[in-house]
């Protein structure tokens, strides 16, 4: 199993940053991938950002590509997401996610993903 716990939203007006931070714990095998999910009000879950937690490697969701940074440190088991630029549309609450299956074409299907932490809002004010 794996225990997902995600930290750092709040309120930033637009144009503003936040860092999000994804703490884990259980059994993380290096072969998974990690990633971040959201969920607007009223809407269906969408793709975010995913990492190869191997190699570093890093897939982002077109829109999101510029303007928002996904790290991770293995050491401490962390995953960050550097934020800039929000806008309102970027509202939602954040989930931390992890995908047994490693790092495909198919962590960009939030329905891929195995283990979830219990998100983090992120509001964002004109």
């Known amino acids: 199993q794996v225990q997902l716990v995600e930290s750092g939203g709040g309120l930033v007006q637009a144009g503003g940053s936040l860092r999000l931070s994804c703490a884990i714990s259980?059994?993380?095998?290096?072969?998974?991938?990690m990633g971040w999910v959201r969920q607007a009000p009223g809407k269906e879950r969408e793709f975010v950002a995913a990492?190869?937690?191997?190699?570093?490697?890093?897939a982002y969701a077109d829109s999101r590509k510029g303007r928002f940074t996904l790290s991770r440190d293995r050491a401490k088991n962390t995953m960050f997401l550097q934020m800039n630029s929000l806008s309102p549309e970027d509202t939602a609450l954040y989930y931390c996610?992890?995908?047994?299956?490693?790092?495909?074409?198919?962590?960009?299907?939030?329905?891929?993903?195995?283990?979830w932490g219990q998100g983090t809002q992120v509001t964002v004010s004109s």
């Open positions: 996610a992890a995908d047994a299956r490693g790092f495909g074409p198919w962590v960009e299907d939030s329905d891929s993903y195995d283990y």
């Open positions: 990492i190869n937690w191997r190699n570093g490697n890093v």
């Open positions: 259980g059994r993380l095998f290096d072969n998974y991938a």
